[in-house]
């Protein structure tokens, strides 16, 4: 007489999922904690914009120096090694002075990365409506209609700089609002399932 033993499934617990859940529901505040900086964050971008745009670009600037100092140091470094030193040393210079530039004139530095932006926007614009030629069928139009877009939103980035980064700035805020409101409801909804745990179905008895 054989006897057949089930192998027990592995529950959801179990799995790297499962565990990532575990992990979340007990710092479930930490959690909530992001999601209220991020909210924040996104209050102070929609509301002031300029000053938001001002605080990037110091933040920028600090990292840009730091970087460009730790590539000088490895410059120095593989120079007295004798190897190979031009590469970091081009690039430390470089980060330096993008740093020192966003520093001592913010607002050249936000004019530089708008038109970069404006220029992107029109090239993908160009590419989108040069597409639009070629496919057959419904997708054209939408095609058609991004590129247009797309080259709209370059021209004004261009006529209007600073309108254009006080838009980038909402949409940023925007962004940062609606995922903080997300992870906030994800820290409560977490905190409510470690508060009162599904009990797993128990099997009924055989008759």
């Known amino acids: 007489m054989s006897t057949t033993t089930a192998r027990p499934r592995n529950s959801a617990g179990d799995s790297p999922w499962g565990r990532l859940g575990e992990v979340l529901s007990k710092d479930w505040w930490l959690l909530a ?8 964050f996104g209050i102070v971008a929609l509301l002031m914009p300029i000053a938001t745009i001002l605080a990037l670009l110091l933040l920028f600037s600090a990292f840009m120096l730091v970087d460009g100092g730790f590539a000088l140091y490895a410059a120095v470094r593989a120079m007295r090694r004798g190897e190979s030193w031009g590469m970091p040393l081009i690039q430390g210079i470089a980060s330096v002075a993008a740093g020192v530039l966003a520093f001592l004139w913010p607002g050249i530095t936000v004019v530089a990365f708008i038109l970069l932006l404006a220029a992107w926007s029109i090239v993908s614009g160009c590419v989108m409506l040069t597409a639009a030629y070629s496919v057959d069928g419904r997708g054209r139009g939408w095609l058609a209609f991004g590129g247009i877009i797309s080259l709209l939103f370059g021209t004004l980035l261009i006529l209007a700089p600073l309108i254009g980064a006080v838009v980038v700035t909402w949409w940023l805020g925007a ?3 609606v995922f903080g409101v997300a992870v906030i409801l994800l820290a409560f909804r977490l905190r409510s399932q470690r508060n009162h745990p599904s009990s797993p179905g128990s099997a009924k008895p055989a008759t």
């Open 175 to 177: 962004y940062f609002l």
């Open 33 to 40: 904690l992001r999601g209220l900086l991020s909210v924040a």
